[in-house]
């Protein structure tokens, strides 16, 4: 198998991964703050989400300047593999929960 290949899957991985954790617990809070009927105003929370991509984007840079020789192609899969199964698993557990 092609080196470059499972480099660019796994450094898509680990930022997914990095990506999924601040996702996760932004989630987190938010519930907690949903629960205590002290959700903050819009303007208020999304800053935090606008820095979560910004965060993304600058990872996502600074792959390309120190491996630029990486197969974009299987670091965007590698990126959206681990971002999303968390949150499919989460969103699946929420679906069940409500039906039964």
Do not use: C, Y
């Not at 617990?25 to 938010?30: Q, V």
């Not at 630029?68 to 965007?76: F, G, Q, S, V, Y």
């Amino acid at each position: 198998m092609n080196m470059q290949i499972v480099w660019s899957f796994s450094m898509g991985l680990v930022l997914g991964i990095g990506f999924a954790a601040l996702q996760w617990l932004a989630l987190t809070r938010h519930e907690l703050l949903e629960k205590q009927a002290q959700l903050p105003r819009i303007w208020r929370f999304l800053p935090g989400s606008a820095a979560r991509v910004a965060l993304l984007l600058m990872a996502l840079m600074l792959v390309q300047v120190l491996a630029p020789a990486a197969d974009l192609k299987w670091l965007a899969v590698g990126l959206l593999t681990a971002t999303i199964l968390p949150l499919a698993w989460r969103l699946q557990r929420m679906l069940a929960s409500r039906r039964g």
